[in-house]
């Protein structure tokens, strides 16, 4: 069967100039059928302005996105009627009456469109559109992907070169697609097509929010319900998650009310996204003002201590000055969505006066939904006794995100609690083989053979993509293998050098120790030709840029954070750390990489992780990670779990391949016969 040839879209531009006071007249291309389907099919719009004008630093837009079988009467809806009751449209129409010129639309026509195909396409415009940089208000947030239709196999091709064509029209507005793929907002993006266990988990999670809202008031008791999300590193449990704050903030209608309710009953629902992770929450906060979800930062979306705090009353002191109790949490929010959940403390320390960070979460919700996953639990003070981690998982079963069942913790605290369990693995594109390597090794189960699909790199696996891992027997090739992957244009994605935390870092202050007053990942080849830790005794010259080529026996690069853009060493705060160009000189961490996708992900596994008899052993001596390491209560000693799970972290971050070199002289040979087979 021969495939269908798909023509090329048509593009059409105009100036909104007028909002209502004479018609519209669109650019049209070079095409006969131009006029035809601009006006006679189907269309996708976007319309954009710059409120700003323009900056040293750039364009700054705003931007809507729609969709429409007639694009005159939908275009005049919008100046006429639209602009008179919708704050984005009024705010097109004030910029436009300021600047005639200033808003500008987009139209695009295919001769293969029709409604589902146009919904399809407008869904992953915005998707795209919100990883672009220079936008900072995205509107039309519906999500609407549609499934199986006619022409469905269609879409990923019309797409692109729609795309293509307005990044020739307008490349600020409309980046190279290898831009938006990299961006950490595209990868955690609301618009995502969710799978079907996805979206049943969604559907059954909305129906356990909308059972909460509906609970008479003597029902209710201490703790909110949980809903727990599980699933192992990279099975879109993130992406479940913003799907689910866009669904409940942008469409609550769809859970507002019901059919015993009165409609003057109904309230706005109440929804926070809390997260424990820097950058992650970064990321959310910049959806959720895109989408206008939040007018700045830290409104609905919150690390745990600002929302228990937050949803504390005050008590006055004895000096007249107040403060929050965390013992007397306030009237119960509707939701709260907690990504990582697993990053949450189980004991008190000096920014948090409570005990279990997820209890006290639950005691402010009617409904708390968790993303857990304890292979991911990277720290003494993160770690549930294993009684507790029983409750708390169940049978690690899907249970239904509405269907509860009532659990008790160790100290009496009793809630109703769910499961749904996410078990495709979207991230690493691998098959089967492949991805059970990673798991072994990950677990510190075993260091088998490298599966062939994984070593072929132009190979097809058995889920039809490819994926590759590779075993260096030094960093320096390592590292210049990962800048050769970041610097190449078909290479999909990000590439980054990752580590253990088995050199000392304290980002607070810089390092006396060290020439360059950085704290760097160090590491010199012997006489006799084995890695050793640090640099030479007679080395003194710490970091230097493109310094691994010429100089083969030494590596040295600085931690996560430590460098500018000009290669000085400083600490930097703002998007993620892969993200930034000039974070291929340096080493992340879990600290900056947990939760994150890498194209490809070097990682150099420090003497933390050795290979002795045939078996993986995690020594806590080694690691300079003190929250990994120390004990519970000076007892109770969690460092072999921590570091197990710091090594599946950081072996989970790559999409298309994963490069290897060991520090342990014993597990870096037993890798090198793994990659021969």
């Not at 100036?15 to 049209?28: P, Y």
Request: proline letters at 4%.
């Amino acid at each position: 069967m021969n495939k269908r040839r798909i023509p090329s879209p048509v593009i059409a531009e105009s100036a909104l100039v007028s909002f209502g006071k004479h018609k519209i007249e669109f650019m049209l291309p070079e095409n006969p059928a131009a006029e035809s389907l601009i006006y006679g099919y189907p269309t996708v719009y976007v319309v954009y302005a710059q409120p700003d004008g323009p900056s040293e630093v750039g364009p700054s837009y705003i931007a809507y996105v729609g969709e429409t079988n007639n694009i005159e009467n939908r275009t005049s809806q919008h100046l006429k009627a639209d602009s008179k009751v919708r704050p984005d449209w009024r705010e097109f129409r004030e910029l436009a009456e300021n600047n005639p010129s200033s808003v500008r639309q987009f139209v695009i026509g295919h001769s293969h469109f029709n409604k589902s195909l146009t919904l399809d396409i407008e869904n992953r415009m915005m998707q795209y559109l919100l990883g672009v940089d220079s936008i900072k208000s995205l509107n039309n947030r519906r999500t609407n992907p549609q499934g199986n239709y006619y022409t469905r196999e269609e879409l990923d091709e019309v797409f692109a070169r729609t795309w293509r064509k307005l990044n020739s029209l307008n490349s600020k507005l409309f980046p190279s697609e290898r831009i938006i793929r990299d961006s950490a907002l595209f990868k955690a993006s609301p618009f995502h097509e969710l799978t079907k266990a996805q979206l049943d988990a969604e559907r059954s999670i909305l129906e356990a929010i909308l059972c909460a809202r509906e609970r008479p008031v003597d029902m209710k008791t201490e703790f909110g319900d949980l809903v727990l999300v599980q699933g192992a590193a990279g099975t879109g449990k993130t992406v479940l998650i913003s799907h689910l704050f866009n669904a409940l903030l942008a469409d609550s209608e769809q859970i507002e009310g019901s059919s015993n309710s009165d409609a003057s009953d109904v309230h706005p629902l109440q929804a926070f996204v809390l997260v424990n992770h820097r950058e992650q929450k970064n990321v959310y906060n910049q959806i959720a003002r895109k989408l206008g979800l939040q007018k700045r930062n830290d409104e609905v979306v919150l690390k745990p201590t600002q929302f228990i705090n937050r949803r504390s009353e005050k008590v006055v002191l004895s000096t007249g000055r107040s403060k929050r109790d965390i013992s007397k949490p306030m009237e119960k929010v509707d939701v709260a969505l907690v990504d990582e959940a697993h990053l949450l403390l189980t004991q008190g320390n000096q920014g948090y006066a409570g005990t279990n960070m997820l209890l006290d979460i639950m005691r402010r919700a009617k409904v708390t939904i968790a993303v857990f996953d304890p292979d991911q639990i990277l720290e003494t003070g993160q770690q549930w006794s294993e009684h507790n981690l029983n409750v708390l998982l169940g049978d690690g079963k899907t249970e239904g995100g509405d269907r509860f069942e009532s659990v008790e913790l160790e100290d009496g605290s009793m809630f109703n609690r769910a499961s749904v369990v996410l078990k495709h693995q979207f991230r690493i594109a691998a098959g089967p083989e492949t991805i059970k390597w990673i798991d072994d090794f990950a677990s510190g189960r075993a260091v088998g053979t490298i599966p062939k699909e994984a070593k072929d790199v132009g190979s097809s696996s058995s889920a039809g993509e490819s994926y590759e891992i590779r075993v260096f027997d030094s960093p320096v090739k390592l590292w210049l293998a990962i800048r050769e992957k970041a610097a190449d244009a078909e290479s999909r994605g990000l590439s980054r050098v990752l580590a253990t935390y088995d050199w000392a870092y304290n980002g607070q202050k810089g390092n006396s120790n060290s020439s360059d007053g950085a704290w760097n990942v160090e590491l010199h080849r012997d006489e006799a030709g084995v890695w050793k830790m640090g640099l030479d005794e007679n080395d003194k010259r710490g970091f230097i840029i493109n310094g691994d080529a010429p100089d083969s026996n030494r590596f040295c690069h600085p931690w996560n954070y430590q460098l500018d853009a000009s290669g000085s060493v400083r600490r930097i705060d703002g998007s993620a750390w892969a993200e930034r160009p000039e974070t291929i000189d340096e080493i992340g961490s879990t600290f900056t990489i947990q939760g994150f996708d890498l194209n490809y992900a070097g990682v150099i596994i420090g003497p933390s992780v050795k290979l002795r008899e045939g078996k993986l052993i995690f020594d806590s001596k080694a690691s300079k990670n003190k929250r990994a390491v120390s004990k519970r209560s000076g007892v109770k000693d969690y460092s072999d779990k921590n570091l197990r799970n710091e090594l599946n972290v950081l072996l989970k971050r790559g999409v298309h391949g994963l490069y290897l070199f060991a520090v342990d002289p014993e597990l870096q040979l037993a890798l090198e016969r793994a990659a021969r087979g």
